[in-house]
């Protein structure tokens, strides 16, 4: 089964920026709405942004003004421009469907420093 592959993340200062992204299967990519979700130790994964196949978006009210989801059709790709990152912002970042979800990938680790 083709995997969700995240990238984008690493060490970053409180206050700066990183850009993830994250590679669906076409057959799913192209039907669904898809979310950027994050787990802190310990913790169930969060849903923290959506973005649907018209392109609306949807973002839980702990990042909205400082992330960003934004899709590309053609790569099949979703991306999350993460601006202003707060420590507590440091979680590891995985991207799914927003529904009946996909097998899950590895994430992509997004550490802030404050």
């Known amino acids: 089964q083709v995997q969700l592959v995240e990238s984008g993340g690493g060490l970053v200062q409180a206050g700066g920026s990183l850009r993830l992204a994250c590679v669906a299967p076409g057959s799913i990519f192209s039907r669904n709405a898809m979310g950027w979700y994050r787990q802190f130790p310990g913790k169930q994964r969060e849903l923290v942004a959506t973005?649907?196949?018209?392109?609306?978006?949807n973002y839980a009210g702990s990042v909205k003004g400082r992330f960003t989801i934004s899709r590309d059709n053609a790569k099949n790709t979703v991306f999350l421009q993460m601006e202003s990152l707060k420590p507590e912002d440091t979680a590891v970042y995985y991207c799914n469907i927003v529904g009946v979800w996909y097998q899950w990938g590895q994430g992509t680790r997004v550490t802030v420093s404050s």
């Open positions: 973005i649907y196949i018209g392109g609306a978006t």
